[in-house]
């Protein structure tokens, strides 16, 4: 019976010490990556493209309220004149659902930036997705990355483990219990982002395109 207790004991350390591997090792592998990377608007060093990860957006078409943020810190980056380019990035997965272009409209129409400089992506389905694509689609080598605090070490972590050279912006403001949540997810999606670099998961590509090129050839 004593040996059974002992050997059960030892079950349960061993699996809580691999939970802890699993659960720590990614976050750490983030926070790591992403150290010396996160800034504020206003001290943001210079690049040529900012990318905007989507986020829900509503049934008329309007952005959530954490992705209206994300949106909102890219456009203050292109008024300050940090970024000359926004690659929204988002999912298109259906015909009735379409973040890249309801971002686009909240850009142009709602916060005034030229259409010719905002460049959508129709299958950034996640953040793995967006980083990759970003790259080997849209030819981007280095960018500015506008999402939320709870997101921006990972998305940060997940490009540069794909080949971006990549700097984070965070928009900060609370918004309710989905930010709570956003919090709480981040030991999966961490875990995820592991998987999917290790593993070079293939997200949907496609053709090159042009677009991030004509707009920052755009006066």
């Known amino acids: ?16 010490g691999l939970a802890s591997v699993l659960l720590i090792g990614p976050w750490a592998l983030a926070e790591g990556l992403s150290i010396g990377r996160i800034h504020e608007v206003d001290n943001a060093p210079e690049e040529d493209v ?21 949106l909102d810190v890219a456009a203050d980056l292109y008024r300050n004149g940090t970024v000359r380019a926004i690659l929204v990035s988002g999912d298109n997965g259906t015909q009735h659902y379409n973040e890249p272009d309801n971002m686009k409209r909240y850009l142009v129409e709602t916060r005034g930036i030229p259409g010719i400089k905002v460049v959508t992506d129709y299958a950034g389905f996640d953040t ?12 981007v080598r280095s960018a500015i990355l506008a999402t939320q605090d709870y997101h921006v070490a990972r998305a940060v972590a997940t490009c540069r483990m794909t080949g971006l050279d990549v700097q984070g912006v965070a928009d900060h403001q609370p918004r309710g219990k989905v930010w709570w949540s956003g919090w709480s ?35």
């Not at 967006?130 to 030819?139: E, M, S, W």
């Not at 998987?195 to 395109?209: H, N």
């Open 1 to 16: 019976m004593g040996s059974r207790r002992r050997w059960l004991g030892r079950g349960i350390v061993t699996a809580a």
């Open 50 to 70: 900012a990318i905007v990860f989507g986020a829900a957006v509503r049934s008329d078409g309007t952005p959530s309220g954490y992705l209206r943020g994300r």
């Open 128 to 139: 793995y997705d967006t980083c990759v694509r970003a790259r080997k689609i849209f030819a």
């Open 185 to 219: 997810r981040e030991f999966g999606a961490r875990l995820k982002m592991v998987w999917d670099v290790v593993s070079q998961r293939t997200p949907t590509l496609g053709a090159p395109e042009d677009g991030i090129s004509k707009a920052l050839a755009a006066r």
